[in-house]
T-cell receptor
Framework: ETGVTQSPTHLIKTRGQQVTLRCSSQSGHNTVSWYQQALGQGPQFIFQYYREEENGRGNFPPRFSGLQFPNYSSELNVNALELDDSALYLC???????????????FGEGSRLTVL | KNQVEQSPQSLIILEGKNCTLQ??????????LRWYKQDTGRGPVSLTIMTFSENTKSNGRYTATLDADTKQSSLHITASQLSDSASYIC??????????FGAGTRLFVKA
């Protein structure tokens, strides 16, 4: 158990819809990173939030957006869903933004999104 | 281009046997290398973290090695167990947000 929880665990959407995924970070962690993992692939970095501000972004279009709240929980929003957005979405928390790149990332169990 | 290549893509071994997984990277400048274990449909769990100056790091039956000169790492699993069946992901970090995940090696341990 990493103390990082994600919801929902599974969901099915249709192309063009919007989805919101949620992540509660481990107690005391102020940094949350989001990853997209397609079947059989490694996770791809979407973005990172540190103290409620975006602190880095991977190669994902603007329809992928996020929020971090004062309690450091986070949301990932995806608009205008496409079939290729079908993936496992992972959230990882770390004690501080420097740890996200140098130390251990604590992952949640992921949200499995299927786009039909 | 910053890349992390893992081999083999998949591996089948008998319970009790040893195995070694490989990771080659081109991420530069290098900060650290991490190995994660990911059970099917679950989030990755950290096994080891190594910085530039570390050559070997162990975690129980898992031993990771790092050669920063040749940009290679290996994960050795000793006396495999059925519960070792999972994907093993190599993650290499460089400056800034250059954290690159490998595609993983899928290990199947058979009784």
């Amino acid at each position: 158990e990493t103390g990082v929880t994600q919801s929902p665990t599974h969901l099915i959407k249709t192309r063009g819809q919007q989805v919101t995924l949620r992540c509660s970070s481990q107690s005391g962690h102020n940094t949350v990173s989001w990853y997209q993992q397609a079947l059989g692939q490694g996770p791809q970095f979407i973005f990172q939030y540190y103290r409620e501000e975006e602190n880095g972004r991977g190669n994902f279009p603007p329809r992928f957006s996020g929020l971090q709240f004062p309690n450091y929980s986070s949301e990932l929003n995806v608009n205008a869903l496409e079939l290729d957005d079908s993936a496992l979405y992972l959230c990882a928390s770390s004690p501080d933004r420097s740890f996200a790149n140098t130390g251990e990332l604590f992952f949640g169990e992921g949200s499995r999104l299927t786009v039909l | 281009k910053n890349q992390v290549e893992q081999s083999p893509q998949s591996l089948i071994i008998l319970e009790g046997k040893n195995c070694t997984l490989q990771c080659n990277y081109t991420v530069s400048p290098f900060s650290n290398l991490r190995w994660y274990k990911q059970d099917t449909g679950r989030g990755p769990v950290s096994l080891t973290i190594m910085t530039f100056s570390e050559n070997t790091k162990s975690n129980g039956r898992y031993t990771a090695t790092l050669d920063a000169d040749t940009k290679q790492s290996s994960l050795h699993i000793t006396a495999s167990q059925l519960s070792d069946s999972a994907s093993y992901i190599c993650v290499v970090s460089g400056a800034g947000f250059k954290t690159i995940f490998g595609a993983g090696t899928r290990l199947f341990v058979k009784a």
